[in-house]
């Protein structure tokens, strides 16, 4: 992979944490599962250092728990993180409009369109 498709990649991360710190709790090792669903592979040496820059930058904010007898570091969108995801949902909209093929809508069939086998 070079690395401008990485870098593509990692953008398509940023926003997925994002959006899910905005509509839940999130951890690391519960991200790395979520992303693997869509297919991203992350090592700890990739993500929780997205994770701390999305917090240096004001848009998470953590708060550690002892879960298990571990601590684990849970993380939420802060006012700008909801705000900054405001801002580049209609951008991300337009994007998958124009980047994504369009594929025609076969028409509805009617009943009267409809051959009748007998």
């Known amino acids: 992979m070079t690395d401008t498709v990485r870098d593509i990649f990692l953008a398509f991360v940023r926003v997925h944490i994002l959006y899910h710190a905005v509509h839940e709790r999130i951890f690391g090792a519960g991200m790395a599962e979520e992303l693997g669903r869509h297919g991203y592979t992350l090592s700890p ?8 820059r999305l917090e240096l930058d004001g848009l ?3 708060e550690s728990e002892v879960v298990g ?6 993380y939420v969108a802060t006012d700008k993180g909801r705000e900054v995801l405001a801002e580049i949902r209609p951008k991300l909209s337009e994007l998958v409009g124009e980047a994504l093929p369009h594929e025609p809508k076969p028409a509805a069939r009617t009943k009267s369109s409809r051959t009748t086998r007998r």
Do not use: C, E, M, N
């Not at 040496?45 to 701390?52: F, M, V």
């Open 60 to 62: 998470l904010v953590s």
């Open 45 to 52: 040496g990739t993500l929780y250092p997205l994770l701390h």
């Open 69 to 74: 007898g571990k601590v684990r570091k849970y």
